[in-house]
Structure formats: C-alpha cells, structure tokens
C-alpha cells in the first residue's frame, strides 16, 4: 500500500501550535511529534535543502536575530545550548595579587576581573590550547604549566596619587586625584613567545568594554595584580560564556476568520503591538462579492494581518466577546526566530557559525562512538 499523502490544508494545519483563552493545544500532533500513522516521514537531504531556511533580521556586532525555518525544536534548542555553554573563550581565571592597599577585598577584586569579558584574535584564540587544573583527587603531576599556547598575562598596576594641577576648590575625586576609580581600561596586555605573532594591533586581548569600573582608590591606596587568562566554557563557568543572551521563540500566526471592520477593526489593532495589525479600506469588489462579509461597507475600514513577527501573543484580542470565531492564534512550530547577544569576543553572527562547528564536532564523534559499537 502506498504511504498516504496529505494536502496542502493539512500539512499547513500541523505546522501550527494553536494559541487559546487559557490553552495551548496541538503541541505534539501524534504519539510520535512529527510522524503520523500511514504516511511516509522518512529524513532525506534534498527534501531538508528545499524546505530548510535562513532569514536575518538584524545583524550588528553584538547582536543578530535571524530565523531558523524547517528545523526541528530539539536542534534549535541544542543550537541555543551550545551557544550558551560550548563554544570556547578566554577569561581570567587566576589573579596573582602581589599589592592591594584599596578598600576592595582581594577575593571580590578577583571576582570583579574574572568577570570582565575579553577580545581578541579569534586566529590567536583557536590556536590557543586548553589549560589543565589537577582534579579533586589528582596529585597534580598531569596538571599544565602555563605557557605561551595556553595563557595569556593580563596586568594591573595602579596607583592613585594627588593631583597638584587641581582646583584648590574641585570636589569631583577624579580631577583631584590620578587614578582615583581603577578601570578595566587599566589592565595591560603582555604578550609572550609566539603569542606576539598572533595578539597584535587591533588582536592584541583588551576588555570588550573599557569604561567597566573595577575599584575606587584615594591617595596612598595601589593595586598591583597578575592576572593568567585561559580558554573555557560556559558550562564550567557564566564567565566563559560567548553570550549575554541566546533565546528563540516560535513565529506567531493571526489568521482573521471573519471580517473585522470600522470600530471593531480599531479595537482589534489596538489588542496588538503596533504593527501587527493594520487598518485598509473595504474595496467596491470586496463589498460587492457576495458571502464576503463586506457587503455594504465600501470605504469602510477592515482589519488586515501586516506583520505578525512584531507580535508578543499576549491572547488580549481572546478576551473580547465581538471578536470570538473572527480569529485564530498560533504559532509555526518550525519557525524560530532567535536573538543572539554577543559578550563581544565573537561577532554575533560568528557565533551561530561557530556553534554549527561545535555540533558538527558532536555528530562526528557521536559517529566515531557508533562505528566502534558496530566493529
């Protein structure tokens, strides 16, 4: 018996999670999410090509949103988790206090600068390698030694001192004194051995954003610290995360049943975000058709779907008697939209990229694992 083939209607039908009063219903369609009894699913490459889609909608350095079209939820998601915890950065990881006369305790001043996200050649951060700490029952005899390939020297050296040029009657402690608030523009980068070749000019480590404010110090107070920078992980720490935010949601859908026209059609727009909703006039072919609903309402103005993307799918159009069976709210379950926040070390867009490059690692090695299982 040949596999059934569904219209049109019905496979635009499953593509939408309907939106309710108080409920959200057609999540998983069938027992099997995606599959349905006497048909045909079987994953093919070319039929993913035709139907899979990638649109952007804003790119800047440090943020991108873009839409994901014909995916699967659970590798959206992995895409979103590996962005948040598995792409590799640098951040400071050990700081050598040798003089801390601030107000600041050492620890919290460390915790500050752990936190301060870094930028650099991301050529010098892929040649970089990973720096091993000696595990809880570990002797420490497989542990590294810091190197020029696996860390990198960040320095502090600060001293706030009078300033003679002052005025005698200046209150603002930044012109009475040098060095009086400590900034992350302060650290210093000193590179070693075969890092000179790589983290140079416009490469050269420095914080995403200078102005940060790491202490504030008066006359006769110092910090000098050392600071080691190695590669890691989100998912050994929130620092080494690439990204302030990696979310997605699913691409609303507003479908106007039934006509929506003159006062109703205002209240209608003003249930959405502005945008969402627009307001046209009813044509004379419209008004004229019969069973349109426009009938006698020529130049009269009617609700239109204009860009559902603006759309929060916040339901307040639900809660309206004169607009119950007019319209229907969903969501396109394989439309995500994502918003990408970059720390700064990668470009935003990169960062999609670079998560790509980490799956295709996972697939690889989960292949590896397979073909051992099957030797």
């Not at 600060?158 to 004194?177: F, G, I, M, S």
């Amino acid at each position: 018996m040949a596999p059934l083939v569904p219209s049109q209607d019905e496979q635009q039908r499953r593509r939408i999670i309907d939106i309710n009063a108080e409920t959200v219903t057609n999540i998983p369609s069938t027992d099997f999410p995606g599959h349905w009894p006497g048909e045909s699913h079987a994953w093919a490459v070319d039929q993913f090509k035709n139907t899979f889609q990638v649109d952007f909608h804003r790119n800047d350095p440090l943020e991108a949103s873009f839409s994901l079209i014909g995916l699967d939820a659970a590798v959206a998601n992995a895409f979103r988790r590996i962005l948040m915890a598995e792409i590799p950065t640098l951040a400071i990881e050990s700081v050598f206090v040798h003089n801390n006369t601030s107000v600041i305790q050492d620890e919290v001043l460390a915790q500050r600068l752990g936190l301060v996200p870094l930028k650099g050649s991301v050529e010098g951060l892929n040649w970089m390698h990973w720096f091993r700490k000696p595990g809880e029952d570990e002797d420490g005899s497989n542990a590294s030694e810091p190197s020029d390939f696996n860390t990198v020297i960040l320095r502090l050296d600060v001293e706030c001192t009078k300033n003679p040029e002052a005025d005698e009657n200046e209150q603002d402690p930044r012109k009475l004194y040098n060095n009086a608030h400590v900034y992350a523009k302060d650290m210093t980068f000193h590179a070693v051995g075969r890092q000179e070749s790589y983290f140079v000019d416009e490469g050269a480590i420095r914080p995403v954003h200078p102005e940060i404010l790491l202490a504030k110090m008066r006359p006769g107070q110092k910090i000098d610290v050392e600071m080691h920078c190695n590669k890691g992980i989100g998912a050994d720490h929130a620092k080494f995360s690439p990204v302030a935010t990696a979310t997605y949601r699913l691409l609303p859908d507003i479908k106007i049943l039934r006509p929506i026209i003159g006062d109703d059609a205002k209240k209608f727009a003003k249930c959405f975000p502005k945008g969402v909703i627009g307001l046209e006039p009813v044509t004379a072919q419209e008004a004229g058709r019969g069973g349109s609903g426009y009938e006698g309402h020529a130049g009269e103005q009617k609700a239109v779907v204009q860009d559902p993307f603006k759309d929060t799918v916040s339901r307040e159009c639900l809660r309206y008697d004169e607009f119950q069976g007019k319209v229907k709210l969903g969501r396109v379950r394989d439309h995500f939209i994502f918003n990408v926040e970059s720390t700064g070390q990668f470009d935003s867009d990169v960062l999609f990229l670079e998560a790509v490059k980490v799956m295709k690692l996972k697939c690889a090695r989960w292949k590896r694992g397979l073909n051992d299982l099957m030797a």
